[in-house]
T-cell receptor, first 113, second 113 residues
Framework: GNSVTQMEGPVTLSEEAFLTINCTYT??????LFWYVQYPGEGLQLLLK?????DKGSNKGFEATYRKETTSFHLEKGSVQVSDSAVYFC????????????FGKGTMLLVSP | SAVISQKPSRDICQRGTSLTIQCQVD?????MFWYRQQPGQSLTLIAT?????????ESGFVIDKFPISRPNLTFSTLTVSNLSPEDSSIYLC??????????FGPGTRLLVL
């Protein structure tokens, strides 16, 4: 089956620190990969995505590269801000028909001033 | 991008009652999904609701407990029936076209006493 594994949280960082949130996946086919972010009290927002191997998704200073050889899609940011405090979800979706998202468990990020 | 609204945004209900959640989208969409997010947990897909067909439920979710309507391409309802404290969760509506970005509503926060 399809599954997504994320690093356990919370991840606690000081402002301007470097962020990495690990994500690995297993899939029965060829997936697209996504990072969604959930700010406190809100729904999910798409942060970035990559649809094929070696693609790099980027948005708001966040980046993630689709690594087929390691089945990974790690999220990185060079300098986090307090406003980045949120829960981050890695997800996959098979590139076929009416497929839906499979989510990881989410990783909470807490950034202190 | 699709703009999704949900009503109510939150509710407190007594056990044994039911709650109907509405999801409205600002454009016609093919696929609508309902997810549950239990406290501190990831998202679990309840069902997929495509207009003109019966909702498709995921393992562990049944129509008697979670009846869904999809009367047109911009609207859906999810009812959570015979409420128990274990139903306390955030319920999220999501929409997508096949193989396109999946968007999420702000969620409905349900507390069952």
């Amino acid at each position: 089956g399809n599954s997504v594994t994320q690093m356990e949280g919370p991840v606690t960082l000081s402002e301007e620190a470097f962020l990495t949130i690990n994500c690995t996946y297993t899939a029965t086919g060829y997936p697209s990969l996504f990072w969604y972010v959930q700010y406190p009290g809100e729904g999910l927002q798409l942060l970035l995505k990559a649809t094929k191997a070696d693609d790099k998704g980027s948005n708001k200073g966040f980046e993630a590269t689709y690594r087929k050889e390691t089945t990974s899609f790690h999220l990185e940011k060079g300098s986090v801000q307090v406003s980045d405090s949120a829960v981050y979800f890695c997800a996959l979706r098979l590139n076929s028909g009416y497929s839906t998202l499979t989510f990881g468990k989410g990783t909470m990020l807490l950034v202190s001033p | 991008s699709a703009v999704i609204s949900q009503k109510p945004s939150r509710d407190i209900c007594q056990r044994g009652t039911s709650l109907t959640i509405q999801c409205q989208v600002d454009s016609q969409v093919t696929m609508m999904f309902w997810y549950r997010q239990q406290p501190g947990q990831s998202l679990t897909l309840i069902a997929t609701a495509n207009q003109g067909s019966e909702a498709t439920y995921e393992s562990g979710f049944v129509i008697d407990k979670f009846p869904i309507s999809r009367p047109n391409l911009t609207f859906s309802t999810l009812t959570v029936s015979n409420l128990s404290p274990e139903d306390s969760s955030i319920y999220l509506c999501s929409v997508s076209e096949p193989q396109e970005t999946q968007y999420f509503g702000p969620g409905t926060r349900l507390l069952v006493l």
